[in-house]
């Protein structure tokens, strides 16, 4: 049974960077294009970032030029640096394959103050 684990999240001042990791369990789930999710209060999950297993790179319009996301296959897990967040970043943030499977971590909490 694959699982997914990400970490990294927290409270952090708008202009501020944090780095987000996602471990998955089953090293075969890591040969998708793998993405970063978020899910603000009310609002429906969004993709954020995606990459692919040769390491193709696409953003949402939302976080190009702020956010960077990488991926090490040796290790299964994939990254997402935030640098420069903003109030609106605020989210539950999840890793899932591109296009998501129903296999959802818990996620992790990014919170930017104003």
């Known amino acids: 049974q694959v699982q997914l684990v990400e970490s990294g999240g927290g409270l952090v001042q708008a202009g501020g960077s944090l780095r987000l990791s996602c471990a998955a369990s089953g090293s075969g789930y890591m040969l998708n294009i793998m993405a970063w999710y978020r899910q603000a209060p009310g609002k429906q999950r969004e993709w954020v970032a995606w990459?692919?297993?040769?390491?193709?790179?696409v953003y949402a319009d939302s976080v190009r030029g702020r956010f960077t996301i990488s991926r090490d296959n040796a290790k299964n897990t994939v990254y997402l640096q935030m640098n420069n967040v903003k109030p609106e970043d605020t989210a539950v943030y999840y890793c899932?394959?591109?296009?998501?499977?129903?296999?959802w971590g818990q996620g992790t909490q990014v919170t930017v103050s104003s």
């Open positions: 899932n394959r591109r296009p998501p499977s129903s296999l």
């Open positions: 990459i692919s297993s040769g390491g193709i790179t």
